[in-house]
């Protein structure tokens, strides 16, 4: 029997790797001012799914009890976030909590993390307040991201960039670790490929075989990236270590970004629109 090519079978191997997570849940669920917790009930059901709420006193959260994947979201008065930080702290939620500080016209759209799951976050009733809202809902929901923006279109966009910035960051790093050549390979496109299939899975695409097509047009062309990876750092003695960690993380973002353009457009089974796109990025 013929033997596949490597970037084929990669694809086929991430695609049953990520497929048998595709059943994980996220969710998201709001507390605390009312009038912020119905704009945001708006803000993050355009095209989908409603949040949850949790009506109880500020007080009593300290009894939230959530699952992995549930990320929590406080809207809370400025006078108000002392007591909601101290009942989070004593809580023992299994997701992450974000507490929305409404700061108004004062609000900086800074992240600070008084705990290992909680991030407190100033916030404002602006585009820019909901988009970094957003984004840390993506980040909280850690391994679940996929899920979340899976559910909830509204943070389809935070959820890919959250998959692709950690997948880069791990590629960044093998780059950085690998010193026999080629030995970075089979790490960096299995990682390109589990982006690829979570990207798709984000915006709503079965996670069957006919995507092992658009795989592995996205895995070759990582092929034709790290050779070229490889040239460059041959070509510049002693900082070659430099070059793989740099192009192992710009390539997969590249693909990333590409992938996402991809199922933006309706993801129809074309490797020549799949490695179109990503070369594209490439210039």
């Not at 957003?134 to 679940?144: N, V």
């Not at 880069?168 to 089979?186: E, K, T």
């Not at 062309?221 to 430099?242: D, E, K, T």
């Amino acid at each position: 029997m013929a033997r596949l090519p490597s970037y084929v079978s990669r694809a086929m191997e991430a695609w049953k790797d990520v497929s048998g997570t595709a059943g994980q849940s996220a969710s998201v669920v709001l507390a605390g001012d009312p009038r912020l917790v119905g704009l945001a009930q708006q803000q993050f059901s355009a095209g989908g799914t409603v949040p949850g709420s949790w009506t109880r006193p500020l007080a009593e959260l300290s009894t939230f009890s959530s699952v992995p994947g549930e990320v929590l979201v406080v809207f809370a008065r400025p006078e108000e976030e002392g007591e909601v930080l101290d009942a989070l702290a004593h809580a023992n939620p299994k997701g992450k909590a974000i507490v929305a500080v409404d700061e108004g016209p004062d609000a900086t759209n800074r992240a600070k993390y008084p705990g290992n799951r909680c991030i407190r976050l100033s916030f404002a009733n602006t585009p820019a307040g909901w988009g970094r809202l957003f984004g840390l809902c993506a980040e909280a929901a850690g391994e679940h991201a996929a899920a979340l923006g899976r559910r909830y279109p509204a943070l389809r966009s935070a959820a890919a960039d959250r998959v692709i910035t950690r997948t880069s960051g791990q590629n960044a790093l093998i780059g950085l670790a690998f010193f026999v050549p080629g030995a970075d390979l089979p790490a960096m496109t299995l990682n390109q490929a589990k982006m690829a299939l979570s990207v798709a899975s984000i915006y709503g695409e079965d996670l069957n075989k006919e995507r092992v097509v658009e795989l592995a047009a996205i895995v070759a062309a990582g092929f034709g990236l790290r050779a070229a990876a490889r040239h460059l750092s041959r070509s510049v003695p002693g900082i070659g270590w430099v070059v793989k960690a740099g192009t192992g993380y710009a390539a997969t973002m590249a693909m990333g970004k590409g992938a996402v353009r991809y199922f933006e457009k309706g993801a129809p089974a074309s490797t020549s629109r799949v490695v179109g796109l990503v070369g594209s990025l490439r210039h």
